[in-house]
């Protein structure tokens, strides 16, 4: 670990690590839909109760960031699906020329393995409404070839993949054009009866709260998606127990078991952690603690800690780094442009995947999000200061120079005074930029408001996406009032236009 | 301080800004460098300051050529007022007159003393020093300037232009303090004007120039009694009659 590494982790970690004596520390992870939660939850019960100690880092933000932050070693254990593994993930290593290469060798190639399936799969599906399939006699897919007028509407993602709808159609001849939106409006679209046909995963809960009917895939076209658990090796040698504990699931969870406890969760409103503590005792049996539920204003305050610490940090960190950097750049104009071309270039890289690129390098929880944040923050604070300093009239250089200033001074008594309202406008912008780009913290596990958005979207519960975006709106408005205020100290009256 | 410019030549682009330029300001004197715009003369306070180095030739002070390093202690003993004064917006009068007293070290007893001194030579108004430039009007603005030229009691005075941007009433008032403190002083002083009225006004000696080259020097008695050649006795003969065109800042 270099000492930057270091110096960031130590730092992001002040309210993100805390440690307890015991057993070994075990990190489990999640993605951000309510399946991926609730196993995490029950992964993380088993391994608690095999005397881990254990943290679960809750509804990161998609594949690429959960698989990465275990092949790193910042995350121990994940749920996941076979086809996710071998036509994502995988895909390249599994049809590569060797040919014939199984899961688990791949996976070891990895350093990694993986539990026996836990019984559900999560495939794609095909569903229309129990009595509207009852009316018109269709039980499989290819009974729809036989009523062209059915309208097929399908999540967004389907529409476009090539073993999504392109590949199903042509598979099956069916004769019906689909229109593409989003997965959970679909669901309302066919409940409302704008529509007859749509696509689900096999265990969405809505599968049963909205009475529909899942058509038998009988040409096999849809690829298995059987759900396991995903570990790293070390861990067997590590914590050996807490594989045991968690093998105990192999083959307990079937499609009507998972299709309870999504809909427990997301429609009956049940926390994760209830739903799988329940699911413990009742079908794997052993006292099961569940960890303690939190009350609103707490989580509330804990967020805006969080939230508030990533944006600190990573200003504090930005503005320490960009100022110099533009300093630099009006200095030397060749490098200048060099400067400000590269921290352009950062600000143009998407923020989900320059977190994926930050996992190798600082782990997953704050460290990515505040390293993301900074290099965000680089851009207006160099442009500014740039801009600032090469504005300043030739005149007052001359001036500054004819006294007799020596370089540095000139830099410190004149020329940073003057730029000072160009630099603090990009501070400012810097900030604003800040607080909305750390909600997609949550996607790595750094906590702050973007937590409850994204727990809101997942469970579609406004109120939840609410308790983030609010705060986070206010303390955007909250941050530019107070570096309003800085700047009436920082930047002199005879620079600001003169009272009215 | 002697200051010497021997066969200086300072191009910019393509023309000549001075050309083979041969000058000698005599110690305590004031001098003006008088003529048209673009005849070179701000560029010669440039080269003074070492703010801009010849293409030819040097720039020399009591007899050595211009120092490459450490020119700050050269530029501390050469107070230079740039046109229209180059206040700088961030301080207040006071504060940009005892800019380099602060950079220094004075103690406050010393700086206080010193703007006090300064403001009663100029006849700055007391209640401005705490104004900032652009709350000043141009001729305390120019004042203020010459404060700033004056603090570290300089042994030369160069000016650039110090009324040309002044309205009439404004502009005879600054002329005669300017005098005033040219004499009390007793500095080199060397300014730069294309009035001729101001340089009769105020210099012991005129440089008339034109194109980069001197056309004739001497007091202005004698340049009006023998000009060198018909464009001396011209340009002698627009008086104050010339528009105040003032020259680029390079």
């Known amino acids: 670990m270099t000492d930057a590494r270091a110096a960031i982790v130590a730092l992001a970690c002040l309210s993100a690590c805390t440690s307890s004596g015991g057993g070994p520390r075990v990190t489990v992870a999640s993605k951000a839909f309510t399946e991926s939660v609730i196993l995490g939850e029950v992964a993380a019960a088993l391994a608690r109760g095999a005397g881990a100690d254990v943290e679960h880092r809750r509804q990161l933000g998609g ?53 026996r399936a836990l019984g559900f799969h999560n495939n794609y599906g095909i569903a229309m409404t129990e009595a509207r399939a009852a009316a018109l006699g269709i039980r499989r897919i290819s009974d729809l070839r036989a009523h062209p007028e059915l309208r097929v509407v399908l999540s967004n993602e389907v529409m476009s993949r090539a073993d999504g709808w392109p590949g199903l159609r042509a598979a099956y001849a069916l004769p019906q054009a689909a229109r593409g939106m989003d997965h959970d409006l679909a669901y309302r679209a066919i409940a409302g009866g704008a529509a007859d046909v749509t696509d689900v995963y096999t265990t969405d809960a809505e599968i049963r709260a909205h009475g529909l009917r899942v058509l038998d895939d009988d040409r096999r076209f849809f690829a298995a998606y059987e759900a396991l658990f995903v570990y790293r090796a070390d861990l067997a040698t590590r914590a050996p127990a807490v594989v045991a504990a968690i093998a105990r699931l192999e083959g307990r969870v079937d499609n009507a078991a998972m299709i309870a406890l999504n809909a427990r969760a997301k429609l009956d409103h049940v926390p994760e952690s209830e739903v799988a503590a329940d699911f413990l005792t009742t079908h794997i049996g052993g006292a099961v603690t569940p960890a303690a539920r939190e009350r609103v204003l707490a989580t509330i305050a804990a967020r805006a800690t969080e939230h508030t610490a990533m944006v600190a940090l990573s200003l504090l960190a930005a503005i ?145 996406i609410l308790q983030g975006a609010l705060p986070a709106a206010a303390m955007a408005v909250g941050l530019e009032s107070l570096l309003a205020a800085v700047e009436r100290r920082v930047v002199p009256r005879g620079l600001r236009p003169p009272a009215a | ?206 440089v008339l120039m034109r194109d980069g080259r001197v056309v004739q020097q001497g007091p202005m008695a004698t340049l009006a009694a023998t000009p060198a050649d018909p464009f001396v006795a011209a340009f002698l003969a627009t008086g104050n009659g010339v528009p105040a065109v003032t020259e680029p800042q390079r």
């Open chain 2, 1 to 206: 301080m002697n200051l010497r410019l021997a066969g200086v030549t300072k191009r910019y682009g393509a023309g000549a800004a001075v050309d083979g330029l041969d000058l000698t300001f005599a110690s305590g004197k004031t001098t003006a460098l008088l003529g048209p715009s673009g005849c070179g003369k701000s560029t010669v306070l440039r080269l003074l300051v070492a703010l801009v180095t010849p293409d030819a030739g040097q720039v020399e002070a009591d007899g050595r050529p211009l120092p490459a390093h450490d020119i700050e202690a050269l530029r501390r003993r050469i107070g230079y007022v740039i046109q229209d004064g180059g206040l700088f917006p961030h301080l207040t009068a006071a504060g940009n007159v005892t800019l380099m007293a602060r950079h220094l070290g004075w103690d406050a007893a010393r700086i206080a003393a010193r703007l006090e001194e300064l403001r009663a030579l100029t006849r700055f108004p007391a209640d401005g020093l705490t104004r900032y430039p652009n709350e000043l009007s141009g001729g305390q603005v120019q004042r203020v300037a010459i404060m700033r030229g004056l603090l570290l009691d300089p042994e030369v005075l160069l000016l650039d232009e110090p009324l040309s941007a002044l309205d009439p009433l404004v502009r005879a008032e600054l002329r005669d303090d300017l005098r005033a403190i040219f004499r009390s002083l007793g500095k080199t002083v060397i300014i730069v004007t294309h009035d001729v009225g101001e340089a009769a006004h105020l210099a012991d000696v005129v």
């Open chain 1, 320 to 464: 320490a780094v960009a100022v110099p950097l533009g300093i630099v750049a009006a200095r030397r104009p060749r490098l200048g442009r060099v400067v400000v071309g590269v921290a352009g270039l950062l600000q143009t890289v998407p923020s989900l995947a320059l977190l994926v690129l930050l996992i190798p390098v600082v782990g997953i929880g704050s460290p990515p999000a505040v390293a993301a944040l900074f290099l965000y923050g680089l851009l207006p604070i160099v442009r500014n200061t740039h801009a600032g300093l090469v504005g300043i009239p030739e005149s007052l250089r001359v001036s500054a120079r004819a006294l007799g200033l020596p370089s540095a001074a000139r830099l410190r008594l004149v020329e940073l005074p003057l730029a000072m309202p160009t630099i603090v406008a990009g501070i400012k912008t810097s900030a604003v930029i800040a607080v909305g780009t750390a909600t997609v913290g949550a996607l790595v596990g750094a906590g702050g408001f973007g937590q409850p958005i994204l727990t809101g979207i997942r469970l579609n519960d406004f109120g939840l």
């Open chain 1, 63 to 115: 594949t690429e960031i959960v698989f990465r932050a275990l092949e790193t070693g910042a995350v121990d254990v994940y749920p996941e699906y076979t086809g996710t593994l071998t036509l994502e993930i995988l895909r390249a290593e599994m049809t590569g020329t060797s040919g014939g290469r199984t899961l688990a060798d791949v996976l070891t190639a990895h350093g990694l393995r993986a539990t």
